[in-house]
């Protein structure tokens, strides 16, 4: 079945901690982004990617980095989690602009 | 920068009526838009994505029109369904190949 996975889908975690959410997708495509969606702002750009080794800001990529080594894998990196990056975050593929985008089932992320 | 308005924010409506979604975008300069659906904490399940050059697409009871013209946007229900109560986004890329600018979305409750 082709689809976006994202793991975990739920995590609590305390300040500072390090940690990862990994975006896979199966479909071949070359797009992959993430956003982060909050009460009130909607669903926001963190960072995306238009190739291997090719990744970009969004609007809000303070507090995140990200990684495209590879065409299927594009993980979220929180290298120093806060209490504000407490969210709801999904990860998203399209094979191209013209094309529309599939999304992953998300990520609640709560900081402590 | 693209900016992306959905309206009305909430509707309820009784069940087996037909209603009209709005989304509007400051950029006409678009590829395409897209249409998705969330229930609550899920994830996006994509409905419509229509290409600059086209004016509707249709998927079962679901019709989507563009004027990208006057930078709009109408999803159409027919004969809505409890099974219909969910958020309803739209999407463009914000400039060529960039990722999505979401509208903050409208809640659709049907009542049966």
């Known amino acids: 079945e082709a689809q976006v996975t994202q793991n975990p889908r739920y995590l609590i975690t305390v300040t500072g901690k390090k940690l990862t959410v990994t975006c896979s997708q199966n479909?071949?495509?070359?797009?992959m982004s993430w956003y982060r969606q909050d009460p009130g702002l909607g669903l926001r750009q963190i960072y995306y990617?238009?190739?291997?080794?090719?990744?970009d800001k969004g609007d809000v990529p303070e507090g995140y980095k990200v990684s495209r080594k590879e065409k299927r894998n594009f993980p979220l990196i929180l290298e120093s989690p806060s209490p504000n990056q407490t969210s709801l975050y999904f990860c998203?593929?399209?094979?191209?602009?013209?094309?529309?985008?599939?999304f992953g089932s998300g990520t609640r992320l709560t900081v402590v | 920068k693209q900016e992306v308005t959905q309206i009305p924010a909430a509707l309820s409506v009784p069940e087996g009526e037909n209603l009209v979604l709005n989304c509007s975008f400051t950029?006409?300069?678009?590829?395409?838009l897209q249409w998705f659906r969330q229930d609550p904490g899920k994830g996006l399940t994509s409905l419509l994505l229509?290409?600059?050059?086209?004016r509707e697409q249709t998927s079962g009871r679901l019709n989507a029109s563009l004027d990208k013209s006057s930078g709009r946007s109408t999803l159409y229900i027919a004969a809505s369904q409890p099974g219909d109560s969910a958020t309803y986004l739209c999407?463009?890329?914000?400039?060529?190949?960039?990722?999505?600018?979401f509208g903050k979305g409208t809640r659709l409750s049907v009542i049966a």
């Open positions: 998203a593929s399209s094979p191209g602009f013209t094309r529309g985008y599939t």
């Open positions: 479909m071949n495509h070359e797009y």
């Open positions: 990617s238009m190739n291997v080794e090719v990744t």
């Open positions: 950029d006409s300069a678009i590829y395409n």
């Open positions: 229509i290409q600059s050059s086209q």
């Open positions: 999407a463009v890329p914000n400039s060529g190949n960039t990722p999505l600018v």
